[in-house]
């Protein structure tokens, strides 16, 4: 357990961590092998806050999640597919996603609007929804529940899972946040292939939670890229059933900026993992951007170098060509003083007023090859700073995503 200011974080802590949350998930056919179908269940609604991606095409599954969140702003459990993306697929897709909705309500015994649906894989093909069904018909055998069995069923080329959780003290008492996504490739700020789902046992007006969730999401889930694509299924759902018992949050309350802090953290720590689990990748990429005249500014700067294929390539080959990060900065679209833009990489200083410095390129190298390369921009025109994640792109990567269907 380790602390952030006031916060704590939990040591092998899930998004099952907080009161009342349950989860499950067991294969069903829809993949060869692995887990493919997997649910989240609290044992009262909760209220429900979510994004999505901003693909002009959504997937069937947020539709329906929409149409569900938007009867009470209180969700009670969420049904997740893998293998299957069912997007692009009309209304037979939107059925099918509707189909799911009813079915998981009907075994838990709940109203249909308070089930949230989600689906992650392969585009334009339909689930195979005998298989589905068969499976939604075992979800409430004791053998399947577990939050293990959850965090597998919803990944897809993921090499492994990914939860955090923290807890803090809302009116004196203890609160839990905790999170588990999915994603490794298809990843790009304003959302990606990626899936999280975040619960809390705090009690927050369901207002004020989109808001920090929205607020979160701007420094965390959308300021990470592996390969510049956005994907048609992206979300971050946020559940918070109010079983640690305290004074509704909201921003008059005292605690209200140590729980969005701590939303933010589970948030961040989350949007990190699926960056360093980029496909094929072998590290994790850290942008810091400072000195921007705004943070607007400084989140661009950040993004263009974190998506640069040149970029990740050179940290893949451990090669200091500081130029691409340089070129990167300058195609942001922002407006900025280029002779006074200085670069980092790791601890080593490559360009200082605009120019280059004599530098030690096998220390700049080394830096090049942690496990987590940070690259440092310092603008030196405001106050302005954000930070991206990303990763290397490798020989992997190619591979896993020429070969994604066979």
């Not at 493919?36 to 994004?51: I, K, M, N």
């Not at 340089?326 to 942001?332: L, M, P, R, T």
Request: glycine share 10%; proline share 4%.
């Amino acid at each position: 357990m380790s602390k952030i200011g006031m916060i704590q974080h939990i040591e092998q802590g899930s998004v099952t961590l907080p009161k009342g949350f349950h989860a499950g998930g067991l294969h069903c056919g829809l993949k060869r092998k692995r887990k493919d179908l997997g649910w989240l269940y609290s044992e009262q609604p909760a209220v429900a806050a979510a994004v999505y991606t901003t693909n002009a095409y959504q997937a069937a599954p947020l539709l329906v999640t929409k149409d569900s969140i938007a009867v009470e702003q209180k969700l009670q459990g969420v049904l997740v597919n893998s293998a299957y993306a069912n997007a692009c697929t009309g209304q037979p897709g939107l059925d099918d996603a509707y189909d799911m909705r009813r079915l998981i309500a009907e075994k838990w015994g709940v109203p249909e609007h308070l089930v949230a649906v989600s689906s992650t894989g392969v585009i334009g093909e339909r689930i195979p929804m005998d298989k589905l069904k068969a499976g939604i018909a075992q979800a409430v055998q004791p053998e399947h529940q577990g939050v293990e069995h959850f965090e597998e069923a919803i990944l897809t080329t993921d090499t492994c899972t990914k939860h955090y959780a923290v807890q803090l003290e809302v009116d004196g008492r203890v609160v839990t946040i905790g999170g588990a996504a999915k994603g490794s490739g298809m990843i790009h700020p304003n959302m990606a292939t990626m899936l999280a789902f975040i619960t809390t046992d705090a009690c927050v007006e369901q207002t004020y939670l989109l808001q920090a969730l929205r607020e979160v999401t701007d420094q965390s889930f959308n300021m990470i890229t592996v390969d510049g694509d956005t994907s048609t299924n992206d979300m971050v759902l946020v559940l918070a059933n109010g079983q640690a018992i305290h004074h509704p949050l909201s921003p008059p309350h005292p605690d209200w900026d140590l729980f969005k802090t701590g939303l933010a953290v589970v948030s961040r720590e989350l949007a990190k993992q699926i960056a360093r689990d980029g496909e094929g990748a072998t590290r994790l990429i850290e942008v810091q951007v400072k000195g921007a005249p705004s943070e607007q500014v400084a989140k661009a700067v950040g993004k263009a170098i974190i998506g640069s294929n040149l970029v990740k390539t050179a940290v893949y080959g451990k090669d200091p060509n500081w130029g691409r990060i340089v070129c990167a900065i300058g195609y942001s679209g922002q407006v900025f003083n280029p002779e006074q833009v200085q670069v980092k990489i790791g601890p080593v200083t490559v360009v200082d007023q605009g120019l280059p410095v004599p530098f030690n390129e096998a220390e700049a190298s080394a830096a090049l090859g942690e496990e987590t390369v940070t690259i440092e921009v310092n603008l030196n025109q405001g106050d302005g700073k954000a930070t991206a994640w990303g990763c290397d792109l490798t020989y992997d990567y190619i591979k896993i995503n020429a070969l994604y269907r066979t």
